[in-house]
T-cell receptor, first 108, second 114 residues
C-alpha cells in the first residue's frame, strides 16, 4: 500500500532562519495537501498541489510538488515564532495518507 | 459561525466500557471523517462517510463503530474491543467525498483510560 515519509521529525530553528520539511510517497500521487497544527490545536488546511512541478507561495511559505508527483516540500523563509507547530502532508492517491509530521519550534 | 463541533473535549473511559464521541458540522458538507492521532504520529483514518446512511472503514476501524443518520452528525463509538483507546480523536468534514477537497477539522476529543 501507499507509504508516506515525512522528514525531519523535529526541527528547532532560531527566529529568522529558514525551515524546510519534505514529504515522500512510494506511489505517484493525484495531489498533495499540507496542513498546520498549532500546539494543542487541530490541523488547518494550508494548500493543495495538483500539477507536476507546481510551485505555490503564501507569503513566507513556498510549496513545491515534484515533477514525478511523488514528493513535495514546504519551505518557510525567515521563520517567526508564530510559525511554531507541526506541519503535515496528506498524500492522495485513491486513499489519503497523512505523513507523521514535522514539529517546528522557533527560538526567539 | 460555521464549523465542526466535537464533544466532549476530554473523556475518560473505564475498562470494558463503550464511549461515544460526538461530531456535528453546520458546513453542509457531504463527507465526514474520524481520525486518531497518537503522540509523534500522523493522523490515521478510522472511518469515513461520503453520504448519509453510508460509511466505510479506514485503516484502523477495529474496535470502533460509527453511524451517519443525519448529514450534520457523525458520532464515533469506541468499544471495549479497542484495547488501546488512549489518543486524540479528530473529526473532519469536506464538501464532498474523495480526496481532492480540503478537510476542516474540529478541536478534537482527548480520550484516556481510567
Amino acid at each position: 500500500g501507499q507509504q508516506v515519509m515525512q522528514i525531519p521529525q523535529y526541527q528547532h530553528v532560531q527566529e529568522g532562519e529558514d525551515f524546510t520539511t519534505y514529504c515522500n510517497s512510494s506511489t505517484t500521487l493525484s495531489n498533495i495537501q499540507w496542513y498546520k497544527q498549532r500546539p494543542g490545536g487541530h490541523p488547518v488546511f494550508l494548500i493543495q498541489l495538483v500539477k507536476s512541478g507546481e510551485v505555490k507561495k503564501q507569503k513566507r511559505l513556498t510549496f513545491q510538488f515534484g515533477e514525478a508527483k511523488k514528493n513535495s516540500s514546504l519551505h518557510i523563509t525567515a521563520t517567526q515564532t508564530t510559525d511554531v507547530g507541526t506541519y503535515f502532508c496528506a498524500a492522495n492517491n485513491n486513499d489519503m495518507r497523512f505523513g507523521a509530521g514535522t514539529r517546528l519550534t522557533v527560538k526567539p | 459561525d460555521g464549523g465542526i463541533t466535537q464533544s466532549p473535549k476530554y473523556l475518560f473511559r473505564k475498562e470494558g466500557q463503550n464511549v461515544t464521541l460526538s461530531c456535528e458540522q453546520n458546513l453542509n458538507h457531504d463527507a465526514m471523517y474520524w481520525y486518531r492521532q497518537d503522540p509523534g504520529q500522523g493522523l490515521r483514518l478510522i472511518y469515513y462517510s461520503q453520504i448519509v446512511n453510508d460509511f466505510q472503514k479506514g485503516d484502523i476501524a477495529e474496535g470502533y463503530s460509527v453511524s451517519r443518520e443525519k448529514k450534520e452528525s457523525f458520532p464515533l463509538t469506541v468499544t471495549s474491543a479497542q484495547k488501546n483507546p488512549t489518543a486524540f480523536y479528530l473529526c473532519a468534514s469536506s464538501t464532498k467525498g474523495g480526496h481532492n477537497q480540503p478537510q476542516h477539522f474540529g478541536d478534537g476529543t482527548r480520550l484516556s483510560i481510567l
